[in-house]
């Protein structure tokens, strides 16, 4: 079973920067696609990022191009998600998943809906 463990959430003036980090249990980032995710209240859940198995592709949602930046560190089995020039819309529950790799192939990492997911997270950003 593979545990995600996330920290790194909080609250932030318009224009700040806040780091998430996602923390896997076992030798797994380096094996499997990622995805940040999150959710406001009454609203859909949203794309953020998602990352390839290899972490050599990465595609963003338009709301946060330019702004958010997905790194992963295999020796620390963690996945980051750098937040700047933060928005009062990027309010919302963040939620990192993982996807074992047999459902990340032939591109499915892109679309694949995540099979382990963390905790979630609180970003509050006020103006």
């Known amino acids: 079973q593979v545990r995600l463990v996330q920290s790194g959430g909080g609250s932030v003036q318009v224009g700040g920067s806040l780091r998430l980090s996602c923390v896997a249990s076992g030798d797994i980032v380096g094996r499997y696609c990622w995805a940040w995710f999150r959710q406001a209240p009454g609203k859909e859940r949203e794309e953020v990022v998602r990352?390839?198995?290899?972490?050599?592709?990465?595609i963003y949602g338009d709301s946060v191009k330019g702004r958010f930046t997905v790194s992963k560190d295999d020796a620390k089995n963690t996945l980051y998600l750098q937040m700047n020039n933060l928005k009062p819309d990027d309010t919302s529950m963040y939620y990192c998943?993982?996807?074992?790799?047999?459902?990340?192939?032939?591109?499915?990492?892109?679309?694949?809906?995540?099979?382990?997911w963390g905790q979630g997270t609180q970003v509050t950003v006020s103006s």
């Open positions: 990352v390839s198995q290899d972490g050599d592709s990465r």
């Open positions: 998943g993982a996807t074992g790799a047999w459902a990340c192939r032939s591109g499915r990492w892109s679309t694949v809906t995540p099979e382990y």
